[in-house]
């Protein structure tokens, strides 16, 4: 069974955000939640937590990390098919981005877009080609992708704890 799915949240951004931070589109599980990598094994959190000492147990303690740090989190699609109740981003169809250059143009801080995974990468090069920023593809954070360890995925993620320092 395929089901037409909205992307229920806004942005994750304000006026003082340096990084955007992209996935494809919410979980099953985070839309249940009602956050972004909201399912409790995908190790988004969990990563960030720890590239900043940070506790990330509620979404409240989450929200307050994004803003302290300046990065902002959206997903590149705004709408589509997800078949088979399954939130791999092969069940995905008939995508329609979020307008990614609206919000670059309302919140001209951003310096550096980061990718979680690779769907989210090639939407932003398919899409949004006159973006004029760079964007680095990050290993997908979810549970499915268990090719990758964690200890392996906090090193590609620091780049985004670095980015962050020195664009400060």
Known sequence: MSEKLIHPFEPLIDAHSLVLILGSFPSIKSFELDFYYAHPRNQFWPIMGELFDADVTTVKSRKALAHSKH???????????????????????????????????????????FCTGKKSYDGVKKHFKAIDLPVTLLPSSSPAYAAMKY??????????????????
């Open 71 to 113: 990065f902002a989190l959206w997903d590149v699609y705004g709408s589509l098919i997800r078949k088979d109740g399954n939130s791999s981003d092969t069940n995905l169809s008939q995508l329609i981005p979020n307008d990614l250059t609206e919000l670059l143009k309302k919140y001209p801080k951003i310096k550096h877009i």
């Open 151 to 168: 200890d392996e995925k906090l090193r590609h993620y620091k780049i985004i704890r670095d980015t962050l320092e020195t664009t400060a």
